[in-house]
């Protein structure tokens, strides 16, 4: 079921985009050699309870993973990508770390995520991570009404082209509101002018991930974290977006974050 929000909503979703984008700010910031992964969930389920949001990780429990998720941070270091269960690891120069968060605040959910190098980067991962964040800024472009759903697959999946990495369509964007994951499933490989028509009010949570050689994906046997099936590197870019009459509103950008002209 696919529900359109009102103006007053998407408000209130914008509340919780903005406390999203605050708390992966805060974790690329703290993101360093030697810091413990586990140092930086702690610090977050600390920001979470400050705020008095709610985690949309703790608890759950989808058809993939391996009991209740028992974390508010998706944290993914070099191959892994996605659902990266936090654990005793300490980050090492030149590791590239994902984090994925997602909470609600009085109801209403956001969810977005990044990639960062830690200590001195190497050019092949600035690559994949600019890879996602142009193909994340592309997908937002087209997200407006008339356009539909397949215009943001084929936008994803252009920009993945030009750069030559492959995509996997298993694991894709998602519809987004009251609760963390709700429909339209969005891929991250498609045709322009598929898909359902895209409306003012229609809130979204895009996110392309890549990995550099591979569309092939494995699991940890902690049954959450996904890496790529060959071992190559991974970035992950996502951000919560609301359909409205003109350009799409980024309801999770941060401050930090460059947003391209007019949006």
């Given at each position: 079921?696919?529900?359109?929000?009102?103006?007053?909503?998407?408000?209130?979703?914008?509340?919780?985009?903005?406390?999203?984008?605050?708390?992966?700010?805060?974790?690329?910031?703290?993101?360093?050699?030697?810091?413990?992964?586990?140092?930086?969930?702690?610090?977050?389920?600390?920001?979470?309870?400050?705020?008095?949001?709610?985690?949309?990780?703790?608890?759950?429990?989808?058809?993939?993973?391996?009991?209740?998720?028992?974390?508010?941070?998706?944290?993914?270091?070099?191959?892994?990508?996605?659902?990266?269960?936090?654990?005793?690891?300490?980050?090492?120069?030149?590791?590239?770390?994902?984090?994925?968060?997602?909470?609600?605040?009085?109801?209403?959910?956001?969810?977005?995520?990044?990639?960062?190098?830690?200590?001195?980067?190497?050019?092949?991962?600035?690559?994949?991570?600019?890879?996602?964040?142009?193909?994340?800024?592309?997908?937002?472009?087209?997200?407006?009404?008339?356009?539909?759903l397949g215009d943001i697959s084929a936008a994803i999946w252009g920009v993945a082209?030009?750069?030559?990495?492959?995509?996997?369509?298993?694991?894709?964007?998602?519809?987004?509101?009251r609760t963390m994951h709700g429909d339209p499933h969005v891929s991250n490989k498609?045709?322009?002018?598929?898909?359902?028509?895209?409306?003012?009010?229609?809130?979204?949570?895009?996110?392309?991930?890549?990995?550099?050689?591979?569309?092939?994906?494995?699991?940890?046997?902690?049954?959450?974290?996904?890496?790529?099936?060959?071992?190559?590197?991974?970035?992950?870019?996502?951000?919560?977006?609301?359909?409205?009459?003109?350009?799409?509103?980024?309801?999770?950008?941060?401050?930090?974050?460059?947003?391209?002209?007019?949006?």
């Amino acid at each position: 079921m696919i529900e359109l929000k009102t103006p007053a909503e998407i408000d209130r979703m914008h509340v919780t985009g903005r406390f999203v984008a605050e708390v992966l700010s805060e974790v690329g910031r703290l993101a360093d050699v030697g810091v413990n992964l586990l140092d930086l969930e702690h610090h977050v389920r600390d920001m979470i309870k400050q705020r008095g949001a709610v985690s949309c990780y703790w608890d759950y429990s989808p058809s993939f993973g391996r009991g209740p998720f028992r974390n508010v941070l998706c944290l993914a270091v070099n191959d892994a990508v996605l659902h990266g269960l936090p654990h005793d690891y300490l980050l090492r120069d030149g590791d590239v770390l994902t984090a994925d968060f997602a909470v609600t605040i009085d109801g209403w959910a956001a969810d977005s995520a990044r990639t960062v190098i830690v200590g001195t980067p190497a050019e092949e991962d600035q690559r994949i991570i600019r890879a996602t964040e142009e193909a994340l800024e592309a997908a937002i472009e087209v997200a407006r009404p008339g356009n539909r759903l397949g215009d943001i697959s084929a936008a994803i999946w252009g920009v993945a082209r030009a750069y030559g990495y492959p995509v996997n369509t298993e694991f894709g964007g998602h519809g987004i509101g009251r609760t963390m994951h709700g429909d339209p499933h969005v891929s991250n490989k498609g045709q322009a002018g598929r898909g359902m028509k895209l409306r003012p009010g229609l809130t979204l949570a895009l996110e392309p991930w890549l990995a550099r050689t591979t569309d092939k994906i494995v699991y940890d046997p902690d049954g959450w974290t996904i890496r790529s099936a060959d071992g190559s590197r991974t970035a992950h870019s996502e951000h919560t977006v609301a359909i409205t009459d003109g350009d799409a509103l980024v309801l999770t950008r941060r401050a930090s974050e460059k947003a391209p002209r007019g949006a």
